[in-house]
């Protein structure tokens, strides 16, 4: 029976590499990289609590209280959220 080569390899002191491993924090994706939130298939479900929570916030903080709608989908949403971190951030 011929030497099993993955034996051959441990006792040569040789392996795989490990596996990448990203950090999305370390190294975020740029905008460029993500598809528009319309081309989302999530994009028609109602927008989440969190969501809802966090662009209510920031509608509020810009001064734009008609920018928070109860009945926007996650694409609008994820748009509006944005658009008000934009304005709140300069």
């Not at 006792?11 to 319309?38: N, T």
């Amino acid at each position: 029976m011929p030497p099993d080569p993955k034996v051959d390899d441990r006792a040569a002191g040789r392996h795989e590499d490990p596996p990448e491993v990203v950090d999305p924090k370390a190294d975020p994706v740029s905008s460029a990289d993500q598809p528009d939130p319309e081309e989302w298939v999530i994009g028609l479900e109602p927008m989440s609590a969190a969501q809802a929570s966090y662009l209510k916030e920031l509608s509020e903080k810009a001064h734009e209280p008609e920018a928070y709608d109860p009945e926007l989908d996650k694409a609008e949403a994820i748009k509006r959220i944005d658009q008000l971190k934009n304005e709140t951030e300069s």
